[in-house]
């Protein structure tokens, strides 16, 4: 595995497990918060971590909270990992789960269509 995929890997365990444990925004607080993925720049400046809200929710106002707590997140991942630098954190909304829904969905109104 390349530096940067470890990186990501890493930075994607520590910032589910801060966001869960100690981020107290509450536009995050007791919401159940998946992070999916993270990005990382090859120079280590930027990570875009990519959130969703599997049980609904306002995903928009949790991506807000959790963007005003980054400046704390990055301080707790700076105590918890073993890198030089820790990377800016850019949260944004992951769309994926609500593309696959629609993409079955429309699956689903093809077949139907088909049978009748």
């Given amino acids: 595995m ?3 995929e470890r990186v990501d890997s890493e930075l994607r365990r520590e910032i589910s497990n801060i966001v869960s444990t100690k981020v107290n925004d509450p536009r995050v607080r007791d919401k159940m918060i998946s992070i999916m993925h993270v990005e990382t720049t090859r120079d280590l400046k930027y990570c875009k971590v ?5 049980g609904g929710g306002n995903a928009d106002e949790a991506v ?8 704390f997140i990055r301080s707790e991942l700076f105590k918890n990992l073993r890198i030089r ?5 850019i949260f944004v909304k992951d769309g994926s789960t609500d593309y696959a829904f629609k993409i079955e969905n429309i699956i689903k ?3 139907n269509n088909e049978e009748n």
């Fill in 2 to 4: 390349m530096k940067i």
């Fill in 85 to 89: 630098t820790v990377p800016e954190l």
């Fill in 109 to 111: 109104n093809i077949r």
């Fill in 50 to 54: 990519y959130v969703e809200l599997p």
């Fill in 64 to 71: 807000q909270g959790l963007q005003s707590s980054a400046g």
